[in-house]
């Protein structure tokens, strides 16, 4: 079992940047696939972006390309999300999840572990 922890979050105004981080404990952080959702108000948790466990392969949602980038750091057990030039549509609470499947990366019920998310709002 993994335990995940966000923070990063905070108020930004349109065309800044947030870097959200998400700290895992508990089991090896290298066999975990990783993933970053978010989930506006009255709206579904909708897949941002993903790492593979150890070849660093990316994926990302539409909406995230070009803006947002993932990636992991294996020695101190974090993932982050990195984002510019945010968008009032991008308001939201992000979350950060985890898989040890192999199942697909952009399904929300593909992972086991979930943090207690964190909030981004961006201003206009």
């Known amino acids: 079992q993994v335990q995940l922890v966000e923070s990063g979050g905070g108020l930004v105004q349109a065309g800044g940047s947030l870097r959200l981080s998400c700290a895992a404990s508990?089991?090896?952080?290298?066999?975990?696939?990783m993933g970053w959702f978010r989930q506006a108000p009255g709206k579904e948790r909708e897949f941002v972006a993903a790492?593979?466990?150890?070849?660093?392969?990316?994926y990302y949602a539409d909406s995230a390309k070009g803006r947002f980038t993932i990636s992991r750091d294996g020695a101190k057990n974090t993932v982050y999300l990195q984002m510019n030039t945010l968008k009032p549509e991008d308001t939201a609470v992000y979350y950060c999840?985890?898989?040890?499947?192999?199942?697909?990366?952009?399904?929300?019920?593909?992972?086991?572990?979930w943090g207690q998310g964190t909030q981004v709002t961006v201003s206009s």
């Open positions: 790492i593979s466990r150890r070849s660093g392969a990316t």
């Open positions: 999840a985890a898989t040890e499947r192999g199942s697909n990366y952009y399904y929300k019920s593909s992972y086991d572990y």
């Open positions: 508990g089991r090896t952080f290298s066999t975990y696939r």
